[in-house]
Structures are given as C-alpha cells and as structure tokens.
C-alpha cells in the first residue's frame, strides 16, 4: 500500500472493487480479446496483467478487512507448554511488536465517532448475546446457541478478555513477531504490574517454565518461586518441568505441611545478628513502637548469641522458649563461660553457694524477690562482683534477668504473639525443624544446598489463611537468600559449591504478589545481588501496594530504581498506570480537519452570487505515546513491556491449557486439586469456552 501523508486504514475495502474489476477484465482478456481492442497473441499478457493487478488489490482488500476485523476481536494466540521456546541467551515472552508513533496514530484514530462502526459490535452480535442471556439453560435454544457460536459463524461468542482489542489490533498491520529479552538484561531485575486475574501468573509460569529447562541439571539456573496465595497450577507446573528435565524439586507449602520439606528460617546466616533481624522484622517500629522493637532485638539477639556460642543452632522454638524465660539459658551460658574462661577464679563455684546461702529477704531487690530461682540470683551477684571484663553475652542475659518480671513482660509482648504463630500447630514442625528426629523424612530446605543442587524450589506461603506468618516466613526467606547473595558476592561459588563446580551460578527468583513478603531486607536483595549472579522477577497488583507495606516513598523508589525490565498488564490504579507513561515522551500525530465555506457575492453586476470552497487540513497534535488509559482498557493476556533500556512493546501473551504434568505424585496431585477446589484465580479465563475448543 502506498504511504501518504495520512494513513486511513479504517475505511471500506474499496481495493476489493479495483480487484473484481481487474478479475473480470482478465476473464473478458481470455473470452474475448476483441472486447478490448486486443490482438489475440498477446491476450494472455494482458490477462496476466489484470490478473496480477487483482490479485495486488485482493490482498490489500483483504489486509483492510483483517485489521478491521482485529479491531473487535483478536484471533486466539495458543501455545502449549511443550512448545515454548528455550534458549541460552534469550527468555521468549510471547509474541507482539515495538510501539512507536504510528501506533499511537492509528488508536487515536480508532476513538474518532466516525470510526465507530468499524470497532464496535454489529447489531446482529448484540442481539445474539441477548439472546443467550435471555433463554439460558433452555433446551429449545440450546441447538440455536450452538449454531451461533460455530467458528465460521460472524456472530460467535467472543473470548470474555474485556478491554479494547484495537490497544493491540493497531499492530497486526504489519504483523507480529516473537518478543525476545537479552537473558543478560535479566541482572537488572523485572517488575511485572497487574490487576488481579489478567494474567499474571500465566507469565510467571511462562518464565519458570523456561528458566527450569535452561541449561543441563550440572549447570542449569537456580529457580525458586515465591507463591503467597497458592496457586496450584503454578506448583504443578513448577514441579512437573523440574521433573521432565531431571532437576531435583523442594516443595514447601505451609498449609500442606505432609508434603511440604522443613525448613528452619533463623537457622543459617552469615552473621549472627541476622537471626535477630528476621525475628522482630515483623514488628511495628512506627510512634512508641519503636522502641519496644529495639529491645526485642537486643534481647533476640542475645538470645540467638547464646545458643551459638553454645553449639546449637537457633530456631524459632528455641527462641520462643527463651524469650519466655530466659532462666534456663542463662543459667546454662553462665556456667559454660565460668567453666571455660581463664580468668575466672577456681573456687567460683562454691563462692556462688556462699552467696545464696547468704541470701534473704532483707539483703535482696525488689526484682530478685521476684525470682524462684536463687541460684541464678547467686550466680549473676557473683559475676557482678568479679573484677574482669564480662562476656557480652553473658552481659545481656544477666541484664534481661535482673528486670521486675510484671515490666519484663510488658516489653517483650510485641514478639511474644508473633513466636506464637510461628511456634503453634504444624507450622511449628515446619519452622523449627528436629534436626535428631530420625524418623521425620521431610528434607530441610537449605538455601546452599539448592545452589549446590542446581535445584528447583516452589514455597507456597498459604496467606489467605495467616497472612502474618506468610509474611514473615517469606521475609525470612528473602532476608536468608540476601545473606547467600552477600555470601556469594564476597567470596565467589568457593563457599557453596565445590572446586569442580565453581561456574557461575545464575538464581532466578520469582515472587508473586511480593507486597505480602517485601521488607527492607529485599532492597539489599536488588540493590546488590545481581553481581551474585540473582535475577529477581517480582508480580503485584499496583505499587502503592509496596508503598504501603514499606511505609516509605523514599524505600518504594528505591525499589522501583532497581527494576529495570518491566511488564504492565491491565491495571486499575491510575498512579500505577503513569509509571509508565511518565517516562514515554510525547510525539506528534496528524489529525485531519475538514473545512467548508460559503460567500455571497455582493456585486450586483456580476453573474455570481456567491462562492463555495471545501478544504481538508492536516493538523499536528502532540500526545504522549501512551496514554494510562490505554493500559487500563488492556485486555487479559496482553501486556505493554519496557525492555532493552527504554524501548516500548506491545505484547500478546500464550494462552496454555490447563497443566496436566504427567511427572507429579499421587499426594503431591491430590494436593493440587484441593488447592484448585479452593481458591480459583480466574486467570484461565480462556479454558471451557466453544471458541477455545475449535481453536485447540
């Protein structure tokens, strides 16, 4: 088609009357040469000519009819899970096309009122889903519904997508391609924006899928994937690809604790004081709060410096013990330094008895009248005397002892509630692991181990039940993968992974809805860990959902300054939207203008009485090339993406069927299905429907 200064593509198909035109003429070519003064030797050369100059027409004609028809309804895109593409140096993210100015034109063209009967429903359309709606569930009607909605018939029922089809329809002129981000572009860390049910689970399992078959199970990528809600086609497809490429799979789901593995979320870190980070993360530090904050740090803290200094390992039941009575553990480190410090006296002991004998109630405080234990009383009175530098640890367990208990509650009842539901039920067996428990054959999740293992693990955090303890196990989790992150970045793969294995290791996190799990442990996690080799994938509905759960402008924007690959799928917050179209610039479209004037001709000598003039104008307009509209009239499955720097593109996503991985267990099934049963996420808008049938 030629280029002029205006491109009008919703118009008649008027090619189609050049093509039978030409149609014709080459048939009276061959019929009947004379008819067009042409000598019968070159009759054929002549019908080749029209029949070529028709066939041009044709395929113009029809190109009109198509973008025409695309404007209502696009064609089904279908692409099953077998036959997504995998590469080394790619990540395939569905098919569309680059936005530019053009596309900007064409849909400000298709809002034009005169262009109305080109991208609404025909009459005819309309009254059919009247009737359906009118007669449902009758069986005189049933065989007239069906007839409707056969994939010839131009009055089908179409996809329920919503949203306006012309957003992506204004592409399919030139055609679609597979979109394709540079897998190294993936360091930068990818956000992906959407309302609930518009898909954008499907893309996460478009991406896990992939990032599971990348690579052999010697050197392929890391992939952990983060589920608050439970979705149970995500897990089934999680672990069923793991399966089919022979990686190993950790399961752990808190509301199915008989399949879920253990996994122990103050148990490994790099620094000590990491245990007590993740414990009080939770806790409100906002007003008066913050102080009460403080001190269950300090006193978790010495908590966890205790056990360690003792050879055992913290633990969320441990902890909760001991932040609950700190008695025993004092009791039990204070005689482990006295047994082991060189500078304590020989005869401690029995100085401690000398002084508990001593004790009544006229030489004691009014705190150590409030504890059954004098022997402990004894012992910190005897550490107090001695005239040495005193363990710092031992220091704050003695400082914690020697609080009124009635105050000592007080101040530890911000974390005594949350110990409890981390510590209560089956969540407790999960959380706390019985490292001697011989009979237990759940696997611990080990976050080394998995790197080592090149393995593949999917935590479902059951947050519509508890969405306190989901939280703050996925802010554990988040917070113990920054310490790998940190571990990694500082001392390479030597402290992982053996000398044979020390490639770089890429870990793909994913993590949906992860406004339930973020904390400040995860700006760390961004900030820093893409040179750990870390490639983060986060999902959520809108950004003020993490501008809530931080509490903090400033945080969010850093947050959002280290997500640099970016997918909008429909959203409904109007802030959300112009995170994108705030950063597009503005270009300039060309509206054309009609003008129409009229005379009168005030000489009367002259045979005219009035003149008459008709003109059409091009008028330049400057728009910004996406407007939040647009992204708010998406349609499920459709996405517009920020990729390659700052480049714009419009994408399709792959509808999947349903997952039917063949690798899964017999519990590990009957796990999905109950997940199924349960909790429907809507996102397979596109399966049962008469239109998605035909075209599988």
Request: aromatic share 12%; net charge neutral; with cysteine.
């Amino acid at each position: 088609m030629k280029q002029y200064q205006v491109e009008i593509l919703l118009r008649p198909a008027v090619e189609l009357n050049s093509a039978v035109i030409s149609f014709a003429l080459a048939a009276m070519a061959i019929i009947s040469p004379a008819a067009l003064y042409t000598p019968p030797q070159f009759a054929y050369f002549v019908a080749m000519f029209f029949l070529f100059s028709g066939a041009k027409d044709s395929y113009d004609g029809f190109r009109i009819l198509n973008y025409r028809r695309n404007m209502k309804a696009l064609t089904s895109y279908i692409l099953p899970s077998k036959d997504i593409p995998v590469k080394n140096n790619y990540l395939f993210i569905g098919r569309g096309f680059q936005w530019t100015a053009k596309h900007t034109q064409r849909l400000h063209d298709s809002k034009k009122t005169e262009n109305e009967i080109y991208v609404n429903f025909s009459w005819a359309y309309r009254f059919a889903r009247k009737l359906e709606y009118k007669y449902e569930g009758s069986r005189y009607f049933k065989a007239i519904f069906l007839a409707i909605n056969l994939n010839f018939s131009p009055i089908k029922k179409l996809p329920e997508v919503g949203g306006n089809p012309a957003i992506h329809a204004v592409g399919m002129w030139e055609g679609e391609q597979d979109v394709l981000l540079n897998i190294y572009e993936r360091n930068g860390h990818t956000l992906v924006l959407g309302t609930t049910r518009v898909g954008k689970t499907r893309l996460c399992e478009i991406f896990v899928e992939q990032d599971i078959a990348r690579g052999t199970p010697e050197d392929g990528d890391v992939t952990i994937v983060f589920d608050p809600k439970g979705d149970a086609d995500l897990m089934r497809r999680t672990y069923g690809t793991a399966k089919a490429n022979n990686r190993p799979c950790y399961i752990f789901h808190l509301g199915y604790p008989e399949i879920s593995c253990r996994y122990n979320a103050v148990g490994e870190f790099s620094r000590i004081t990491e245990v007590a980070t993740r414990l009080t993360q939770p806790l409100s530090d906002q007003g008066s709060s913050a102080a009460f904050k403080e001190f269950a740090w300090r006193f978790s803290n010495g908590i966890a410096r205790a056990l360690y200094a003792l050879g055992r390992k913290p633990g969320y039941t441990e902890m909760q013990r001991y932040i609950s009575n700190v008695d025993p553990l004092l009791k039990e480190y204070a005689n482990y330094y006295l047994q082991t410090s060189d500078t304590v006296p020989a005869d401690w002991a029995s100085s401690i008895a000398k002084i508990q004998q001593s004790l009544n109630e006229r030489n004691m405080t009014f705190a150590e009248k409030s504890k059954t234990d004098l022997y402990l009383v004894a012992l910190v009175r005897y550490v107090r005397e001695l005239e040495i530098m005193i363990d710092p640890v031992l220091e704050g367990l003695m400082s914690a002892f020697t609080y009124e208990k009635t105050y000592y509650d007080k101040i530890v009842a911000s974390i005594g509630p949350l110990m409890d539901k981390l510590t209560t039920g089956d969540a407790a067996a999960l959380l706390a692991p019985d490292y001697s428990d011989t009979n237990d054959m759940r696997p611990i999740l080990d976050w080394r181990n998995v790197i080592r293992e090149r393995a593949v693990v999917y935590v479902g955090l059951d947050a519509l039940s508890d969405y306190v303890v989901a939280g703050t196990v996925g802010n554990a989790m988040f917070a113990d993968l920054t310490s790998v992150a940190g571990e990694l970045y500082k001392r390479g793969t030597d402290s992982i992974l053996p000398v044979k294995e020390q490639s770089k290791t890429n870990i793909n996190v994913h993590a949906d809805e992860f406004n339930e799990l973020i904390g400040d442990e995860f700006i760390p996690l961004l900030n820093k860990a893409g040179g750990a080799g870390f490639r983060v994938t986060v999902y959520t509905q809108t950004w003020s959902d993490v501008n809530a759960k931080l509490g903090d402008e400033a945080k969010s924007g850093q947050v959002a300054g280290n997500l640099n690959n970016r997918f909008y799928l429909r959203v409904r917050e109007l802030d959300t939207a112009k995170m994108l179209t705030d950063m597009v610039e503005e270009v300039e479209i060309k509206n054309v203008q009609s003008v129409a004037t009229s005379q009168d001709s005030p000489d009367p000598g002259t045979r005219v009485d009035f003149s008459s003039s008709s003109q059409d104008r091009v008028v330049p307009e400057r728009l910004p090339m996406i407007d939040p509209s647009d992204i708010i009239n998406l349609p499920k499955g459709q996405a517009f993406a920020v990729l390659d720097g700052n480049n714009i593109w419009k994408i399709r996503l792959p509808l999947t069927p349903t997952a039917t991985e063949t690798h899964l267990p017999k519990d590990l099934e009957a796990v999905a299905s109950d997940m199924r049963a349960k909790y429907e996420t809507g996102e397979n808008y596109f399966a049962n429907k008469v239109w998605y049938q035909g075209a599988a």
